[in-house]
């Protein structure tokens, strides 16, 4: 019994006897079950000042305390709010008196003559037992009430530090797009950068700490599978192409064309895998690769994604998928991060049904192969799936679209494919040639399908039949349509020479998008859809209200902001036909979701858009009649999606 750490029970005793305090101490010390630290007091007043302290376990209360009556202290120590257990003590069995203790809020009463019997040592159990659920009761509140305020700070915190984001990233992106700070491109791309590198720091650790409390949310829908991947591959295509590394999908089974899973956390795993592939490699390439398996007799989607990178330490492998793992070596770190994204993607592939495991070899390559659950893809349709770029992301939306069909003919295929991925953000539908032979074989091959390139982008230095060579012969098969030359050699008598080759008109290399844009202009008809939309933007914070009006207005969108809840009422009063509302949801003089529910009740037409720093859940969404919610900083491709 020595050995057994016995737990602590402060007991106030209140008694005015001290031989029934001596005959009481000794009993309690007899008990087994606690170590008791007894406080004596002998008078009401001084019972009272202990107990509203509230730093005992237990009270023992004589019921005559001299002249005064312990139901008295009883009484008054439950009206002020002691919750402390309290056991009366009394001279000798009275029923009447024993009913008015239990009345007055004793837990138990006990006849002093009873006190070496079990009964007793029962009582104290009982009451100290009933304590500790009190305070274990006490914590867990307190618990909660300190997680909702932890979670109303991350709230505030996430909406105050998007708020400027938006102004920072969005002023900087329309610097970027238009022609007003054309020497300053490379200092603004910095600023792009590292402004959007501190969202994605905010993002993962937002995601991380509401992982901590179960609270994020997830999400699950019908995927389907091809565009899905599609969007992704060609978003990852343009930062591989960055490096010059080559990007590709392996896919070597059919797959289910249609999968269940949450789209934006898949998409989350999937990016952060490939970005860090690309981030930790120099040379070579980034493989995807997607095929299904079975994994306890269930079927599986599993993917790979293997880089032939630096590699991973082997010490580290071990710790790669525990948070803040990386702050350790922080400052000996060549690459920013804070480690956070592989624990992030951990957790998130736990709650898709499956999990991640990686292998690496220093400076040959790491491989992160991760499964997930797709739902029942048992009896789905298959196919080897092309990964058409259905879904693809602009690059810069604020370039008016436009309309044909361009041959992209180089034999560097990360410049071929960047071209045509700014032609693609452009509007225009791409056939893509490595030379000039395969130029000439896409151009017959058109014509035989009575189809026809409205335009070529050529380069000139190919292999097989170079640019020069290749526009002779198209022009002598009869393509009389627009040929661009693309090249790096711009001075001026090769300029001449191509002009004198027919080739109408000659862009630089390295390629700059508002140039290719105003050439291909000159000979494309630019796509003019009647923009009738008009959106009201009610945002108090004036720099991200003007920077949204400013986006808007560079997609051609009338857009208009006030800066009240008020304000948007009064506007509406007057005029009502905005097609759509963007919605802040904290306003200086109501909540946004109030004002949405007021406007869907009088314009049930306008389309109305939460913007927030915080995510919102559905159901309040729907119930304020809120048809979308985005999460700040707003960007031009968002607003393009949305609107
Ligand atoms: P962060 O959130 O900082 O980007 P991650 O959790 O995504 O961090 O990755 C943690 C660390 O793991 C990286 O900083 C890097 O050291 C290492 N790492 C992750 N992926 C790769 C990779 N493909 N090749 C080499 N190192 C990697």
């Known amino acids: 019994m020595d050995n057994v750490v016995k737990k602590v029970a402060r007991v106030l005793l209140v008694e005015d006897d001290e031989d029934d305090y001596i005959l009481t101490s000794d009993h309690l010390s007899q008990l087994d079950s606690h170590l008791f630290e007894i406080d004596w007091v002998t008078n009401p007043t001084e019972a009272l000042e202990q107990l509203s302290l509230g730093e005992h376990d237990i009270c023992l209360l004589d019921y005559q305390l001299g002249a005064y009556n312990g139901l008295t202290v009883l009484e008054t120590a439950s009206k002020n709010g002691c919750s402390i257990p309290i056991i009366m003590l009394t001279g000798q069995s009275d029923e009447t008196l024993d009913q008015s203790a239990l009345a007055a809020g004793a837990v138990d009463y006990l006849v002093k003559g009873e006190i070496t019997t079990s009964r007793f040592a029962r009582a104290i159990r009982y009451a100290l037992a009933r304590q500790e659920i009190e305070n274990e009761r006490v914590e867990r509140i307190n618990a909660e009430t300190q997680n909702q305020s932890k979670d109303r700070f991350l709230a505030h915190l ?28 490379s200092e603004l791309n910095i600023i792009l950068n590292n402004g959007q590198h501190l969202l994605g720091l905010l993002n993962n650790v937002l995601d991380l700490s509401k992982i901590a409390v ?4 997830y999400n699950f829908s019908k995927i389907n599978l091809d565009s899905f991947i599609a969007d992704i591959f060609s978003l990852m295509q343009v930062h591989a192409a ?6 590709v999908i392996r896919e070597d089974s059919p797959l289910p064309l249609e999968i269940f899973s949450d789209p934006i956390r898949l998409r989350q795993v999937l990016i952060n895998l490939l970005h860090n592939g690309i981030k930790f490699t120099d040379q070579g390439q980034i493989e995807l690769s997607i095929w299904t398996e079975f994994v306890d007799n269930k079927e599986v989607l599993a993917f790979k994604v293997s880089d032939t ?7 580290m492998l071990e710790t790669i998928f525990k948070p803040f793992e990386q702050v350790e070596d922080f400052i000996s770190r060549k690459e920013q991060g804070a480690g956070l994204g592989l624990s992030i993607c951990s957790e998130l592939i736990k709650h898709m049904g499956g999990s991640i495991h990686v292998q690496s070899l220093l400076n040959q390559g790491s491989e992160f192969t991760f499964t997930i659950d797709p739902g029942d893809i048992i009896t789905q349709e298959r196919a080897i799936l092309a990964f058409e770029q259905k879904h693809l992301p602009s690059y810069s939306l604020s370039f008016p679209q436009l309309q044909g069909q361009v041959l992209v003919v180089d034999d560097m295929e990360d410049i071929r494919l ?4 700014i032609c693609l953000s452009f509007g225009l539908k791409v056939t893509y040639a490595s030379n000039g032979l395969e130029a000439l074989e896409q151009f017959k091959l058109a014509t035989a399908e009575d189809r026809c390139f409205d335009i070529a982008l050529m380069d000139i230095h190919m292999p097989k039949l170079d640019g020069k060579r290749t526009i002779k012969q198209l022009r002598e098969l009869g393509y009389s349509k627009p040929i661009i030359a693309v090249t790096a050699a711009t001075m001026k008598g090769v300029k001449q020479e191509l002009l004198a080759l027919g080739f109408n008109q000659i862009v630089a290399k390295p390629i700059n998008k508002a140039e290719l844009h105003r050439s291909l202009k000159n000979y494309l008809k630019v796509e003019n859809p009647p923009n009738t939309q008009r959106v009201l933007v009610v945002e108090d914070d004036e720099d991200a209200a003007d920077v949204t009006v400013l986006l808007l207005g560079s997609l051609g969108i009338e857009a208009l902001k006030v800066q009240t809840a008020k304000a948007c009422q009064d506007l509406l009063n007057k005029e009502s036909n905005w097609t759509t509302i963007l919605l802040d949801l904290h306003l200086p003089d109501a909540n946004g979701l109030d004002l949405a529910e007021s406007i869907k009740q009088l314009h049930p037409d306008i389309t109305l858009i939460l913007v927030s720093g915080e995510s919102v859940n559905e159901k309040t969404l729907t119930k304020a009649g809120i048809d979308k919610a985005i999460l700040k900083p707003i960007n031009l491709e968002i607003l393009k999606n949305l609107i």
């Open 242 to 247: 960055d490096k010059t590394l080559k990007l």
């Open 214 to 217: 179960g609270k994020l949310e």
């Open 158 to 185: 996430s909406h105050e530090l998007r708020t400027p984001l938006t102004s920072i990233l969005g002023y900087t992106e329309i610097l970027l797009n238009g022609n007003k700070a054309p020497d300053a491109k």
């Open 418 to 421: 960047l071209i045509g991925q």
């Open 309 to 315: 990178g630096q590699g991973i330490p082997e010490a």
